[in-house]
């Protein structure tokens, strides 16, 4: 368990991927190019076994926006999207219900 304290650091913002690209050399990888509404940011993410990036573009996603950026086969990802997995063990980009402003805090 964690304390509320805790998950207040987390910062989940509504997020809209602009450009979206296989990694070279990954079957699984695609970079994302999204806006925050006041910035934008390159996230690498592992879905690309279940989803084409053309079907990405401008789609609002999820994003854990203060996440430390880490390198993924040598490209920087600033951020980390939210995903489940179905029945099959595949990802599901968690998407907001109705289109929402850019950069919005998830609480």
């Known amino acids: 368990m964690i304390e509320y304290s805790d998950f207040q ?7 809209k991927i602009i ?4 990694v070279d050399g990954s079957e699984k990888l ?3 190019k999204v806006s925050l509404g ?13 989803y084409l990036p053309e079907n990405l573009v401008n789609k609002e996603i999820i994003v854990v ?7 993924l086969m040598g490209l920087e990802s600033q951020g980390m999207l939210l995903a489940a997995h179905d029945e099959n063990g ?5 998407i907001p219900e109705k289109e929402t402003p850019l950069g919005s805090q998830i609480s």
Do not use: F, H, S, Y
């Open 38 to 50: 006041t910035e934008e940011r390159q996230i690498v993410a592992g879905i690309g076994k279940t």
């Open 19 to 22: 450009e979206a690209e296989r």
């Open 9 to 15: 650091k987390i910062e989940l913002k509504v997020a």
């Open 65 to 71: 926006a203060n996440l430390a950026p880490r390198q």
């Open 30 to 32: 695609i970079k994302l």
């Open 90 to 94: 595949d990802p599901v980009i968690l």
